[in-house]
């Protein structure tokens, strides 16, 4: 369903900047109907109407432009599911009931709360059917029936269903997981009109009084909000479209709009896009799901457009409004969203048909671009912080919430673009999409249903995509700092801040990053899996920026953009070496520090997990320079930072530097488990017999455990106990020998 402005539409049919637009006023008229209507309509389903399954569907009416009067009757044929002693169905107040017959026989019946009631005596067994006809007539409500006049001389009277007002004009069962399976629509009118519905149009019968009867048939299941009429003085334009799973077949494409040569030439060429839009989505989605009937369009002033099975109803043409409802065809009509929490499965799917057919025909778009478009339905859902694009189960009578622009259409589509990226593989995405269609053809589906066939589609969970992106709230901002830790090598830190935060705290998943440069863009992939995550790629080049997701897949704000951070003054340098005897010495110079908590030295074997492995306070000699050391951690190549703690609890990092070692010991160290629980299994080799001395040191340099060992030339194996008495944390096993070398290793603690 889609709304736009008319004028825009007869002036800019073919450009872009109108299809923004178009788009930008797309999602306006559930709201706009409802602006008057000022008692809200408690829309509600007994549930004793799910006794009963309805099979087919006669409408035998009569309607007249300019008029929002319809008579005539409804015959529905339905299945008893369990025993039935009241027959119900949905029907305004102001429509009159004149006769009801069940099965043949006139029935007694009453009408409240816009209901029918028809008991039956006996009840009707589970396994028969009932028949239900009802003749009635009158005056619907201007939300469910449009008439008029248009300044262009078009007389019109038009129906409009989705979501609760089927029963403004008809008797119906308003529940979606009901299809009807086939329907015959007749609709009586002047002679002067066409009627435009549902299916095939098997015939005209010429009647008296200037009259003519116009008979529509589909064989197709649909759901209850999708009969329609559109009567008005028509023009007829055909074409064909030509899908090659049918070729040479063609489908036939029944276009009605006001008897204006003048409108007619103006709109030409946009109805001349409609057969290539339903070959392309044959391609993509699977074959046009009513080919053997037909599609069209009917104009009417509905505020939009809404997208009835095989024949749309539209208050003018444009591109984007005519390749989203034609998508609806597949999303909404053929699969039905099972409940309105799900709307997204038809408004989100057809918002982004408007998006492929940019994609994926660019000669019929040549001023349009699809990451502006793309970046458009970024924008509308980024316009607020926070709402869903499933509907909470508290709004799923509430119209303006189920229609909600930014969520169900412009962030529905956006999340659909992103889900294609985080497969990284179009023809899984458009596999996924086939298969929807296939396994829920003429039935409907739960958004769970999609997610399902998406994981089985690709072998993959999407728990956490759907839950952050469809059930969560909000939208990440991306902040990146980067680092150069030597010529080869960037570092790339990625933080997020979140709109919605104690909805959804962090958005997990893939991210390009396009490290800007004087000698050459490149672009990675990153998958983030938590905060503050640090990536490492080899790099040459010299870095002057990063555009976080260049190609605009990922619903996003940008940050900040910072370079590798500007030390304060009170650090004045920090450097490292290894001695011979494979012991490190780190050390740094400071001044100023009167404002420091104090120091956390912290170390990493890959330069992109840290852990921390001592405290130092500091000196707190102010104006003055100092300087610190800390001497035998690991012998083998590793990265070194200081964590600066101020008062207030802000962190200042510093650079990073990396010490390799170069000596060669006499002596081989390996420990298991690591991480340990409680027993550690040590190894060492000794190049003779030596007298060492064991210790287990804290992260702040505390000596907690302490032994002495005699061993033999060679490899020696013994295990410490009793482990589980330290904290979790991470530790230092320290050996000294009786010659003086020192050899350490890490370990963590559980």
């Known amino acids: 369903m889609k709304n736009l402005i008319s004028i825009l539409t007869l002036l800019l049919y073919f450009n872009y900047s109108f299809a923004q637009h178009e788009n930008e006023c797309s999602k306006k008229r559930i709201s706009a109907l409802h602006n008057n209507y000022t008692q809200r309509v408690q829309y509600y389903q007994y549930e ?31 299945l008893v599911k369990q025993s039935l002693d009241t027959f119900i169905t949905e029907l305004r107040s102001t429509m009159i009931v004149d006769s009801i017959l069940i099965n043949g026989d006139r029935k007694l019946y009453t009408q409240s709360n816009d209901h029918i009631f028809v008991p039956l005596s006996p009840a009707v067994n589970s396994g028969n059917y009932i028949n239900a006809l009802i003749y009635y007539h009158g005056t619907s ?131 001349d896009m409609t057969p290539a839009f339903i070959e392309k989505q044959s391609e993509l989605y699977g074959l046009y799901p009513f080919s053997n009937e037909k599609y069209g369009h009917s104009m009417a002033t509905i505020g939009g457009g809404m997208e ?39 408004e989100g799917f057809a918002s982004y048909s408007e998006y492929l057919m940019i994609e994926k025909l660019p000669s019929l778009f040549p001023s349009n671009n699809p990451a502006s478009y793309m970046q458009y339905f970024h924008s509308s859902a980024m316009s607020a912080a ?17 229609f909600n622009g930014r969520l169900s259409y412009d962030k529905g589509a956006a999340i659909i673009h992103n889900l294609r990226f985080e497969m990284q593989n179009d023809n899984l995405f458009f596999a996924t999409l086939k298969n929807y269609q296939t396994a829920f053809k003429d039935s409907v589906a739960t958004a769970e249903d999609f997610r399902q066939i998406a994981e089985n589609t690709c072998g993959r969970s999407f728990t956490d995509f759907f839950n952050q992106w469809y059930y969560g709230e909000g939208y990440p901002t991306i902040n990146i700092t980067y680092f150069k830790p030597n010529a080869d090598t960037i570092l790339l830190l990625v933080n997020e801040n979140t709109s919605a935060p104690t909805v959804t705290p962090f958005f997990k998943g893939l991210l390009e990053l396009k490290i800007n440069s004087l000698q050459g863009d490149t672009t990675v992939l990153v998958n983030l899996l938590a905060n503050n995550q640090v990536f490492k790629f080899a790099y040459k080049k010299n870095p002057n920026n990063i555009t976080i997701d260049p190609n605009n897949w990922v619903l996003n704000q940008t940050g900040t953009i910072a370079n590798e951070i500007i030390l304060p003054v009170n650090l004045l340098s920090f450097e490292g070496y290894a001695d011979n005897n494979c012991v490190f010495h780190l050390q740094w110079k400071t001044t100023n520090e009167i404002n420091l908590v104090n120091y956390e030295l ?22 003055n320079i100092y300087n610190y050391n800390y001497e035998n951690f690991n012998s083998k190549p590793a990265y070194f930072r200081i964590k600066m703690i101020e008062p207030n609890g802000n962190l200042i990092y510093s650079s990073f530097i990396i010490v390799n070692s170069v000596c060669k010991a006499n002596y081989t160290l390996e420990i298991i488990p690591n991480p340990v629980v409680n027993e550690l299994n040590i ?40 482990l589980n008495k330290l904290a979790a944390g991470t530790y230092l096993l320290q050996l000294e020998t009786n010659s003086g070398s020192t050899l350490n290793k890490m370990f963590i603690k559980k």
């Open 48 to 78: 004793s109407m799910n006794k009963y399954d309805v099979k087919y569907l006669k409408l035998d009416i009569a309607a007249e432009t300019g008029s929002n009067n319809i008579s005539g009757s409804a015959l529905t044929n339905s």
């Open 308 to 346: 009835h099975q095989t024949m749309t109803t539209l208050t003018n043409f444009g591109s984007a409004v005519i390749a989203h409802e034609l998508g609806h065809q597949w999303f909404g009509d053929n699969v039905t969203c099972a409940r309105w929490n799900d709307i997204w499965l038809n």
């Open 602 to 623: 912290e170390y990493s074997n890959d330069g992109l997990n840290y852990t921390r492995i001592a405290s130092v306070f500091p000196t707190f000699l102010n104006n």
């Open 683 to 722: 190894t060492l080799q000794l190049a003779e017999k030596e007298e060492i001395t064991i210790r287990i040191i804290n992260s702040i340099g505390q000596t907690v455990t302490k032994m002495k060992k005699s061993l033999d030339k060679g490899f020696n194996n013994w295990t410490i106990y009793d």
């Open 141 to 271: 409500n201007s939300y469910g029936v449009y008439s008029g006049t248009t300044s262009n001389g078009l007389n019109y009277v038009a129906t409009v269903s989705e979501s609760f007002q089927a029963r403004e004009w008809f008797p119906c069962k308003q529940i979606l997981t009901d299809k009807i399976d086939s329907a015959d629509i007749w609709v009586t009118t002047s002679n002067v009109n066409k009627v435009g519905s549902n299916g095939v149009l098997e015939g005209i019968d010429a009647l008296p009084n200037s009259k003519v009867r116009y008979r529509w048939k589909t064989n197709y299941p649909m759901n209850y909000y999708m009969p329609s009429i559109a009567v008005g003085n028509y023009m007829e334009y055909l074409n064909y479209a030509k899908p090659a799973a049918i070729a040479p077949d063609s489908i036939l494409i029944q276009h009605y709009f006001v008897d204006d040569s003048a409108y007619f030439n103006s709109i030409r060429t946009i109805l």
């Open 386 to 402: 926070n709402g869903s694009v499933y509907v909470p189960d508290a709004s799923v009578y509430d119209e303006n919430r189920i």
